[in-house]
């Protein structure tokens, strides 16, 4: 069976610093893979999403960036973190081709001091 | 673009109640239409889908929802609610032709014993 594993669970990073958080994905090949950002009453927010390794389409303009370095693994990257990138980051993904569910990870939160 | 509503942003219940959660959508081709649940501490799961046919869907734990093309939602029913279904429901539309789901807000809900 297909899972996912996302990581670190919580992160405490302070201004400035740099960040990665890292997801993959087992039991299967070629899936696309999704970050999403969840705000508080404002649902999930797409951020990035990838069709296949080295392919990134970006949704918002941020001071993020995501990397797919190998198949199953997708990671969501600052160089500088901000005060406003604190929140829940989801990372998800689906079977390739149209009309397929996404599952999710557990998340991470991060939280910038 | 598409958008997704869910007018109710907390709802609370008293065990037994019928629930009914509200989603609207604004697309104008053909949609897939999805109900994700995230329980306290949990990731975000699958509750039920639509892509074609019957348009009343039955999903996991007595929830169903029904598609009204003409009103472009897409809400979610329980007859009788269990405490246990305390928990936060999120909306998601994609496009037939496409593989991102755009999420609604979400709904929290609360059910007393």
């Known amino acids: 069976s297909q899972t996912i594993h996302q990581w670190p669970a919580t992160l405490v990073q302070p201004v400035g610093s740099p960040l990665s958080l890292e997801c993959t994905v087992e039991g299967t090949s070629n899936p696309n893979l999704y970050w999403y950002r969840q705000a508080a009453g404002r649902g999930l927010q797409l951020l990035f999403y990838?069709?296949?390794?080295?392919?990134i389409s970006s949704e918002v303009p941020q001071n993020l960036s995501a990397s797919r370095p190998q198949d199953r693994q997708f990671i969501l990257s600052s160089k500088k973190l901000l005060l406003s990138d604190s929140g829940f980051y989801l990372c998800?993904?689906?079977?390739?081709?149209?009309?397929?569910?996404?599952?999710f990870g557990d998340g991470t939160r991060l939280s910038i001091l | 673009a598409q958008s997704v509503s869910q007018h109710n942003h907390h709802v609370i219940l008293s065990e037994a109640a019928s629930l009914e959660l509200g989603c609207n959508y604004s697309?104008?081709?053909?949609?897939?239409l999805f109900w994700y649940v995230q329980y306290p501490g949990q990731h975000l799961q699958l509750l039920l889908k639509?892509?074609?046919?019957?348009?009343l869907v039955k999903g996991i734990k007595g929830f169903e929802a029904e598609f009204i093309k003409s009103k472009f939602s897409f809400n979610l029913r329980k007859p009788s609610v269990q405490w246990s279904d305390t928990a936060e429901y999120f909306c998601?539309?994609?496009?037939?032709?496409?593989?991102?789901?755009?999420f609604g807000g979400g709904t929290r809900l609360m059910v007393k014993p």
């Open positions: 697309y104008g081709g053909t949609v897939n």
């Open positions: 639509y892509f074609s046919g019957d348009p």
């Open positions: 998800a993904w689906s079977v390739r081709g149209a009309s397929q569910p996404q599952h």
């Open positions: 990838s069709i296949g390794i080295g392919q």
């Open positions: 998601a539309v994609n496009d037939v032709a496409g593989n991102m789901l755009t």
